[in-house]
């Protein structure tokens, strides 16, 4: 039994990671790679496994995480209608807590003190995992090459890194390097650095993978019904050709993708501010969660008492500051996450939306456990609505309108059964 001490690599099978795992196996350690299958594009996992045991690991782990990062990370998030700054949908950020937990699993079960990362020293990731891991296994210690001054001075390039994979016999792509990075998975694509790092400079449509231009998008709208059940997305049908139907997880976001890429939904261009004070531009598709976002939105519309949804909103915020800056597994985030749960137990019905040339349309919902009231809503008391009297000036008249939406509540509440 080797008495090295073993690291666990977060491994992508790229330049950065390559030259990290050599670099580690000549600093005495043991390295087991671990790749996440989280929905990347086209890749070749058994060419990464291969890639890394030439390198010089002792093992490769590819671990599927696509299920698990749909239902316990993506539709967490659209519970909570998460949006960091007003537009970005965290498609990065909610695929590193799911990373790092399977990372901090093969460590503990490898008897592994160390995990190791490829993320910069002045990226966002470098925080998130090991945020994540310090809080899942406080006894495995994160080594970070790019914050490590000894790395940092051998390696001040690609040029070095090139030299270095050369010279240890490192297979490197000689396909053309793409003047920009980019990061795939199930929930989104970001593009950043390189030729975009010029604000000015506009996106190659060449580049998108998801989404199909606005502009090429097809003439003749579609319609989906999305179903809910406490918040969550349990089944999408297209109204469409009558045909579709999906109600299993992953395949119901990877028919939201398709749907909604096919119709040119979910493209932005920002720039946000990193957690490390840089800012950053970066340019997303998020189809899916675009979409599955409008409906959820709406049909809390009719299912959410006014008060609960103005408390919720602070928190979506919070858990969007929380899960951009790494804290997924930190106390503060469970309790959002717990009352977030509990606002959700009646966002139950469906929502009808229309997808056309880069925009969703809500053409109608239903729910059994809607707040809304149409004759009270009603303007026209002649044809059936209630009368309804409030003066904004007259205490009894703000007793009166909070006792509607009260009653309203308990209603509900008595009719489910869960006062």
């Known amino acids: 039994m080797s008495s090295k001490p073993k690291v666990v690599l977060a491994y992508s099978g790229g330049l950065d990671t390559s030259v990290i795992l050599k670099w580690l196996s000549e600093k005495g350690f043991d390295v087991i790679c671990f790749c996440a299958n989280v929905g990347q594009h086209d890749e070749d996992f058994s060419a990464v496994e291969a890639k890394a045991l030439h390198c010089g690991a ?44 399977e990372q901090i699993r093969i460590a503990t079960e490898e008897g592994a ?9 002045k990226g966002n990731d470098q ?15 994160t080594i970070a090459p790019w914050r490590d001054p000894e790395f940092i001075e051998s390696f001040k390039g690609r040029k070095d890194l090139l030299a270095y994979c050369e010279k240890h016999g490192i297979p490197v792509d000689a396909k053309p390097k793409a003047n920009y990075s980019i990061d795939e998975n199930l929930y989104h694509t970001s593009y950043e650095s390189g030729m975009l790092e010029d604000e000015k400079v506009r996106p190659d449509e060449s580049m998108f993978k998801m989404t199909t231009s606005p502009k090429k998008a097809p003439d003749t709208p579609e319609v989906v019904r999305i179903e809910f059940k406490a ?32 119709h040119g939904v979910g493209r932005i261009d920002i720039v946000e501010n990193r957690f490390v004070g840089i800012k950053s531009r970066g340019i997303y598709e998020t189809p899916g969660g675009t979409l599955l976002r409008e409906g959820h939105l709406d049909l809390e519309g009719v299912c959410v008492d006014r008060e609960v ?12 500051r929380l899960c951009y800056n790494g804290f997924w ?32 349309i809500v053409v109608g919902r239903h729910s059994d456990r809607s707040l809304y009231n149409a004759d009270l809503a009603s303007m026209d008391i002649e044809g059936g609505g209630e009368a309804f009297d409030y003066n904004p000036a ?14 309203t509540y308990a209603a509900l509440r008595n009719a489910c059964g869960n006062l």
């Open 58 to 101: 002792i093992k490769c782990v590819i671990s599927d995480l696509r299920k698990e990062f749909v239902t316990d990370y993506v539709f967490e998030s659209i519970k909570c209608n998460a949006l960091y700054e007003g537009r970005y949908l965290l498609g990065t950020s909610i695929a590193r807590p799911v990373i790092a937990k």
């Open 113 to 121: 003190l160390y995990v190791a990362h490829g993320a910069t020293g």
């Open 127 to 141: 925080v998130r995992f090991e945020m994540c891991a310090q809080a899942l296994s406080p006894k495995i210690s």
């Open 231 to 262: 918040g969550v997305p349990v089944k999408i049908s297209n109204l469409t050709d009558g045909e579709t139907i999906k109600t299993d997880p992953l395949d119901i976001f990877l028919y939201c993708n398709a749907i909604a890429g096919k």
């Open 309 to 320: 949804k103005r408390i919720c909103e602070t928190l979506s915020l919070e858990f969007s």
């Open 329 to 360: 597994f930190a106390p503060e985030m469970d309790l959002i996450r717990h009352s977030i749960n509990y606002s959700q137990r009646d966002v139950e019905g469906y929502v009808d939306i229309e997808l056309y040339k880069g925009n969703v």
């Open 394 to 407: 007259d205490s009894q008249g703000f007793i009166r309108i909070n006792s509607v939406r009260l009653k």
